[in-house]
């Protein structure tokens, strides 16, 4: 497996995405506008939780899974082309970032409304149209906790899914700082995180997280409800 992505004609980004016994193969061109704001380009986050789904893309197929913050969206779209009921979102103040969100689905063969679902949702604020969204088996997201100063307006919104649809929230992070911290707000909001080894899932499915790190410290956790 190489974790390596890489670059088309189009300025897109191509993601291979193999089994390692099987002859299961993924290819993904996610576009990107690097000279754009931040939510138009793929973060390393993203590569990694997209191969942790890609590692579990037997069970996902079929869930409900509604990305967060999603940006490029590749971890989501992965999603859906293996079969899960996908929803995409990022802030709804932000619609030329929908608007690219859509593009990137459209470019991998999947139409909004009809294959999977577009919508703005602005983390810690509850407008009438994001309580009709859902429910969700599962929410994902890569590197939302990139400011200290968002980490409660997250948590609030994914607090609210965790109880309305007793799913779970799994997201990678890239460790900025190591005074920043979750775990008053996970008290406060009566949620809980749960490291994921992904060495040692690295292992079983032949995918090499060290590699898709790099020099980067990322992490992969699961919260649900304490």
Same mark, same amino acid.
């Given at each position: 497996?190489?974790?390596?992505?890489?670059c088309t004609n189009s300025g897109g980004r191509r993601f291979v995405f193999r089994a390692a016994s099987l002859p299961d193969q993924l290819d993904l061109i996610v576009? @990107?506008?690097?000279?754009?704001?931040?939510? #138009?380009?793929?973060?390393?986050?993203?590569?990694?939780?997209?191969? #942790?789904?890609?590692s579990q893309r037997n069970s996902i197929c079929g869930k409900r899974i509604? @990305?967060?913050?999603?940006?490029?969206?590749?971890? *989501?779209?992965?999603a859906a082309k293996c079969g899960a009921i996908v929803t995409l979102t990022d802030s709804c103040t932000l619609p030329k970032s929908l608007a690219h969100i859509s593009h990137c689905c459209q470019v991998n063969?999947?139409?909004?409304?009809? +294959?999977?679902?577009?919508? *703005?949702?602005?983390?810690?604020? #509850?407008?009438? +149209?994001?309580f009709r969204i859902g429910p969700f088996d599962l929410i994902i997201g890569s590197d939302c906790f990139y400011d200290p100063a968002i980490f409660e307006e997250i948590l609030v919104t994914i607090a609210y899914f965790l109880e309305r649809d007793n799913a779970r929230f799994l997201f990678t992070y890239q460790e900025r700082s190591s005074d920043w911290t979750i775990e008053a707000l996970l008290k406060k909001w009566n949620l809980k995180a749960n490291l994921i080894d992904l060495l040692s899932i690295g292992e079983v499915h032949g995918i090499n997280f060290a590699e898709l790190m790099g020099d980067h410290s990322i992490h992969l956790l699961e919260i649900v409800r304490a």
């Open positions: 497996m190489s974790g390596a992505a890489v576009p @990107e506008l690097l000279q754009a704001s931040y939510s #138009f380009y793929i973060w390393p986050s993203a590569p990694v939780l997209a191969w #942790f789904l890609w509604l @990305e967060i913050g999603s940006g490029t969206a590749l971890p *989501g779209i992965l063969g999947l139409t909004p409304g009809k +294959d999977i679902e577009v919508v *703005g949702l602005s983390w810690g604020l #509850f407008l009438k +149209d994001n």
